[in-house]
């Protein structure tokens, strides 16, 4: 019996190994204001890739995906947007990239989503454009 107990823990570990060999990234999204020297910023929506694999994945497009199955990426020129794609994401590591909120909900209202809220996902893609 406690040999059957054995064998299975060590095939659940197998498992849970063999999964966490290559990349496996988790996408999220938050909102939030930046804040400077000067006081509040603008809003923000950022979306975070955490990469709970032991492989590097290779980020190459990040941004909303909206219900009627196109992308939204909205160029942002500053220098805290986050780092440029292709972007590579090590494992045990996450990195972030911020979009002006109110360009992102014109953005959706001017691809004629009622309301312009929470109409997107979030999605981010490798450099083979797999989505993570």
């Known amino acids: 019996m406690l040999g059957l107990v054995a064998a299975a823990i060590s095939l659940v570990w197998q ?3 063999w999964r966490l060999t290559g990349p496996v990234v988790k996408v999220s999204v938050s ?3 930046l804040v ?3 006081g509040p910023g603008p809003a923000i929506i950022s979306i975070t890739a955490r990469n709970v694999g ?3 994945v290779s980020i190459g497009a990040w941004g909303l995906r909206l219900p009627n199955g196109e992308r939204l990426i909205v160029p942002i020129p500053e ?3 986050g780092p440029r794609v ?3 994401l090590m ?4 990195e972030s990239w911020r979009m002006d909120h109110d360009e992102v909900h014109q953005s959706l209202i001017d691809a004629g989503l009622p309301g312009g809220r929470r109409q997107g996902r979030r999605f981010a893609r490798d450099r083979q454009g797999h989505r993570l």
């Open 86 to 88: 292709p972007y590579t």
């Open 36 to 38: 400077g020297v000067s």
């Open 79 to 81: 220098a805290w947007a």
């Open 54 to 56: 032991r492989s590097n």
């Open 15 to 17: 498992i849970v190994s």
């Open 91 to 94: 494992g045990g590591h996450s």
């Open 31 to 33: 909102m939030g204001v």
